[in-house]
Protein backbone atom coordinates (compact mmCIF):
# COMPACT_ATOMS: atom_id res chain seq x y z
CA UNK A 1 0.00 0.00 0.00
CA UNK A 2 1.29 3.43 -0.72
CA UNK A 3 2.70 5.44 1.80
CA UNK A 4 -0.24 8.50 2.83
CA UNK A 5 0.79 11.78 3.31
CA UNK A 6 -0.48 13.79 5.90
CA UNK A 7 -0.61 17.78 5.94
CA UNK A 8 -1.71 19.32 9.37
CA UNK A 9 -2.77 22.79 9.75
CA UNK A 10 -3.06 24.08 13.22
CA UNK A 11 -5.28 27.07 13.40
CA UNK A 12 -5.55 29.00 16.72
CA UNK A 13 -8.98 29.18 17.61
CA UNK A 14 -12.69 27.98 15.58
CA UNK A 15 -13.25 31.11 14.26
CA UNK A 16 -10.19 30.88 12.24
CA UNK A 17 -10.71 27.14 11.63
CA UNK A 18 -14.58 28.11 10.03
CA UNK A 19 -13.36 31.05 8.26
CA UNK A 20 -10.63 29.03 6.53
CA UNK A 21 -12.75 25.82 6.09
CA UNK A 22 -15.85 28.25 4.51
CA UNK A 23 -13.20 29.89 2.36
CA UNK A 24 -12.12 26.41 0.66
CA UNK A 25 -15.37 24.74 0.45
CA UNK A 26 -16.76 27.47 -1.41
CA UNK A 27 -13.57 27.35 -3.45
CA UNK A 28 -14.00 23.87 -4.24
CA UNK A 29 -17.51 24.46 -5.30
CA UNK A 30 -16.52 26.93 -7.95
CA UNK A 31 -13.70 25.41 -9.51
CA UNK A 32 -15.19 22.43 -11.79
CA UNK A 33 -14.25 23.08 -15.21
CA UNK A 34 -17.04 23.17 -18.00
CA UNK A 35 -18.38 19.96 -18.75
CA UNK A 36 -16.63 18.32 -15.67
CA UNK A 37 -18.62 16.52 -13.10
CA UNK A 38 -17.20 17.36 -9.54
CA UNK A 39 -18.05 15.66 -6.26
CA UNK A 40 -18.10 17.17 -2.82
CA UNK A 41 -17.88 15.43 0.18
CA UNK A 42 -19.70 16.77 3.39
CA UNK A 43 -19.06 15.17 6.82
CA UNK A 44 -21.82 16.17 9.46
CA UNK A 45 -21.03 16.78 13.09
CA UNK A 46 -21.27 20.09 14.45
CA UNK A 47 -17.61 21.54 13.52
CA UNK A 48 -18.23 22.20 10.01
CA UNK A 49 -21.39 23.68 10.32
CA UNK A 50 -20.30 27.34 11.11
CA UNK A 51 -18.57 26.88 7.66
CA UNK A 52 -21.36 25.88 6.11
CA UNK A 53 -23.82 28.20 7.55
CA UNK A 54 -21.06 31.38 6.54
CA UNK A 55 -20.76 29.80 3.13
CA UNK A 56 -24.78 29.73 2.89
CA UNK A 57 -24.76 33.27 3.48
CA UNK A 58 -22.36 34.34 0.75
CA UNK A 59 -24.59 32.29 -1.84
CA UNK A 60 -21.57 31.91 -3.64
CA UNK A 61 -21.60 30.98 -7.62
CA UNK A 62 -21.00 27.58 -8.30
CA UNK A 63 -20.07 25.12 -11.34
CA UNK A 64 -22.62 23.52 -12.83
CA UNK A 65 -21.33 20.47 -13.01
CA UNK A 66 -21.03 19.79 -8.97
CA UNK A 67 -22.47 17.63 -6.98
CA UNK A 68 -22.70 17.16 -3.51
CA UNK A 69 -22.61 13.55 -1.09
CA UNK A 70 -22.16 12.76 2.31
CA UNK A 71 -19.87 10.95 3.87
CA UNK A 72 -22.30 9.69 6.72
CA UNK A 73 -25.84 9.90 7.78
CA UNK A 74 -27.65 8.36 10.85
CA UNK A 75 -30.53 6.51 9.84
CA UNK A 76 -33.04 8.80 10.98
CA UNK A 77 -35.73 10.89 8.85
CA UNK A 78 -34.16 13.20 6.20
CA UNK A 79 -35.93 15.92 8.75
CA UNK A 80 -34.54 14.95 11.87
CA UNK A 81 -32.24 17.19 13.56
CA UNK A 82 -29.73 14.52 14.05
CA UNK A 83 -29.84 14.12 10.19
CA UNK A 84 -26.14 15.41 8.35
CA UNK A 85 -28.39 16.34 5.43
CA UNK A 86 -30.83 18.04 7.24
CA UNK A 87 -28.35 20.16 8.51
CA UNK A 88 -26.69 21.41 5.66
CA UNK A 89 -29.97 22.29 4.21
CA UNK A 90 -29.33 26.06 4.20
CA UNK A 91 -26.64 25.34 2.32
CA UNK A 92 -27.59 23.08 -0.21
CA UNK A 93 -30.38 26.00 -0.48
CA UNK A 94 -28.70 28.55 -1.15
CA UNK A 95 -26.40 26.83 -3.58
CA UNK A 96 -29.54 25.93 -5.42
CA UNK A 97 -28.72 22.33 -6.20
CA UNK A 98 -31.41 19.94 -8.08
CA UNK A 99 -32.24 16.77 -6.49
CA UNK A 100 -30.22 15.32 -9.24
CA UNK A 101 -27.00 16.47 -7.48
CA UNK A 102 -27.57 16.03 -4.08
CA UNK A 103 -27.00 12.21 -2.97
CA UNK A 104 -28.33 11.90 0.50
CA UNK A 105 -28.79 8.40 2.15
CA UNK A 106 -32.48 7.59 1.58
CA UNK A 107 -33.32 6.79 5.20
CA UNK A 108 -36.79 6.63 3.76
CA UNK A 109 -36.05 2.77 3.02
CA UNK A 110 -34.94 0.04 5.08
CA UNK A 111 -31.53 0.27 6.83
CA UNK A 112 -30.11 -2.18 4.33
CA UNK A 113 -31.79 -0.71 0.92
CA UNK A 114 -30.50 2.57 1.87
CA UNK A 115 -26.77 1.24 2.32
CA UNK A 116 -27.66 -0.49 -1.34
CA UNK A 117 -29.11 2.42 -2.68
CA UNK A 118 -26.43 4.62 -1.86
CA UNK A 119 -23.90 2.59 -2.40
CA UNK A 120 -25.61 2.03 -6.18
CA UNK A 121 -26.03 5.58 -6.25
CA UNK A 122 -22.53 6.19 -5.80
CA UNK A 123 -21.38 3.62 -8.09
CA UNK A 124 -23.21 5.58 -10.56
CA UNK A 125 -21.32 8.72 -9.83
CA UNK A 126 -17.97 6.88 -10.03
CA UNK A 127 -19.02 5.20 -13.66
CA UNK A 128 -19.71 8.66 -15.06
CA UNK A 129 -16.11 9.77 -14.61
CA UNK A 130 -16.72 12.21 -11.78
CA UNK A 131 -13.62 14.02 -10.28
CA UNK A 132 -14.15 13.65 -6.40
CA UNK A 133 -12.58 16.99 -5.45
CA UNK A 134 -12.74 18.44 -1.63
CA UNK A 135 -13.73 15.93 0.40
CA UNK A 136 -14.50 16.57 4.31
CA UNK A 137 -14.07 14.38 7.32
CA UNK A 138 -14.61 14.77 11.24
CA UNK A 139 -12.56 12.84 13.84
CA UNK A 140 -14.55 11.24 16.55
CA UNK A 141 -12.84 11.60 20.11
CA UNK A 142 -12.80 7.50 20.10
CA UNK A 143 -10.97 7.80 16.92
CA UNK A 144 -14.01 7.01 14.37
CA UNK A 145 -14.61 8.75 10.94
CA UNK A 146 -17.33 8.81 8.76
CA UNK A 147 -19.76 6.05 10.55
CA UNK A 148 -16.81 3.25 10.50
CA UNK A 149 -16.40 2.77 14.01
CA UNK A 150 -14.15 -0.65 14.59
CA UNK A 151 -11.96 -2.93 12.47
CA UNK A 152 -15.29 -5.11 12.06
CA UNK A 153 -16.80 -2.30 9.87
CA UNK A 154 -13.73 -1.94 7.77
CA UNK A 155 -13.76 -5.43 6.91
CA UNK A 156 -17.18 -5.07 6.11
CA UNK A 157 -16.84 -2.37 3.71
CA UNK A 158 -14.26 -4.58 1.73
CA UNK A 159 -15.77 -4.34 -2.00
CA UNK A 160 -18.23 -1.77 -0.90
CA UNK A 161 -18.74 1.51 -1.76
CA UNK A 162 -21.18 2.14 1.19
CA UNK A 163 -22.84 0.02 3.87
CA UNK A 164 -24.95 -0.21 6.63
CA UNK A 165 -22.98 0.73 10.63
CA UNK A 166 -24.82 -0.47 13.51
CA UNK A 167 -23.36 2.71 15.84
CA UNK A 168 -22.32 2.69 19.43
CA UNK A 169 -24.55 5.31 20.28
CA UNK A 170 -27.38 2.61 19.53
CA UNK A 171 -28.16 4.25 16.65
CA UNK A 172 -27.90 2.70 13.25
CA UNK A 173 -26.05 4.44 10.08
CA UNK A 174 -25.21 4.25 6.45
CA UNK A 175 -21.73 5.19 5.58
CA UNK A 176 -19.04 5.67 2.93
CA UNK A 177 -15.98 3.20 2.86
CA UNK A 178 -12.08 3.43 2.39
CA UNK A 179 -12.87 2.54 -1.20
CA UNK A 180 -14.96 6.07 -2.10
CA UNK A 181 -12.38 8.28 0.51
CA UNK A 182 -9.09 7.00 -1.96
CA UNK A 183 -11.24 8.54 -4.77
CA UNK A 184 -11.18 12.11 -2.90
CA UNK A 185 -8.28 14.22 -4.67
CA UNK A 186 -8.37 16.90 -1.35
CA UNK A 187 -9.57 14.55 1.88
CA UNK A 188 -9.51 17.21 4.51
CA UNK A 189 -9.78 16.40 8.39
CA UNK A 190 -11.39 19.18 10.61
CA UNK A 191 -11.57 18.77 14.21
CA UNK A 192 -11.89 21.02 17.27
CA UNK A 193 -12.08 20.84 21.03
CA UNK A 194 -9.96 19.63 23.38
CA UNK A 195 -11.78 15.89 24.08
CA UNK A 196 -9.98 15.34 20.63
CA UNK A 197 -6.61 15.55 21.41
CA UNK A 198 -5.67 11.51 22.11
CA UNK A 199 -7.28 10.90 18.33
CA UNK A 200 -5.92 13.45 16.86
CA UNK A 201 -2.56 12.49 18.23
CA UNK A 202 -3.12 8.76 17.54
CA UNK A 203 -3.96 9.98 13.85
CA UNK A 204 -0.97 12.53 14.07
CA UNK A 205 1.31 8.78 14.96
CA UNK A 206 -0.26 6.98 12.37
CA UNK A 207 -1.16 4.80 15.19
CA UNK A 208 -2.66 1.05 13.05
CA UNK A 209 -5.41 0.56 15.74
CA UNK A 210 -6.79 3.85 15.05
CA UNK A 211 -10.07 3.13 13.09
CA UNK A 212 -9.91 6.98 11.14
CA UNK A 213 -6.26 5.91 10.12
CA UNK A 214 -7.00 2.82 9.01
CA UNK A 215 -10.12 4.29 6.82
CA UNK A 216 -7.49 6.83 4.66
CA UNK A 217 -4.37 4.09 4.49
CA UNK A 218 -5.74 3.90 0.96
CA UNK A 219 -5.17 7.91 0.26
CA UNK A 220 -2.58 9.09 -1.01
CA UNK A 221 -2.78 12.48 0.88
CA UNK A 222 -5.05 13.63 3.63
CA UNK A 223 -5.03 17.34 5.57
CA UNK A 224 -5.55 17.51 8.64
CA UNK A 225 -7.25 21.00 10.03
CA UNK A 226 -7.20 21.25 13.95
CA UNK A 227 -7.75 24.45 15.74
CA UNK A 228 -5.63 24.43 19.09
CA UNK A 229 -7.56 23.44 21.90
CA UNK A 230 -7.21 20.10 20.26
CA UNK A 231 -3.61 20.20 18.84
CA UNK A 232 -1.90 17.36 21.11
CA UNK A 233 0.43 19.11 23.56
CA UNK A 234 3.28 16.98 22.87
CA UNK A 235 3.00 17.19 18.88
CA UNK A 236 4.93 19.94 17.56
CA UNK A 237 3.10 22.30 15.46
CA UNK A 238 2.96 22.37 11.59
CA UNK A 239 5.04 25.13 10.19
Known sequence: MATTRVQPRCFADPDELTAALAGRLEGALGAASANETVAIMLSGGNTPLPAYRAVAARRPRISPGVTVFYSDDRYVPSSSEASNYHQTQSLLDALGLSAERVLRVRTELP?????????????????????????????????????????????????????????PDGRDGVSVTPEVLARVGELVFVVAGAEKRRALAAFLGQSPSLTAWQAVRGCSRVEIWADRAAWPPDVALPP
Not at 118 to 128: F, P, S
Not at 141 to 151: E, I, R, V
Request: glycine share 14%; charged share 25%.
Open 111 to 167: LEQAADDYDRRLAELIGRGARFGLGLLGLGADGHTASLFCAQDLERAQGHRAIAVHR
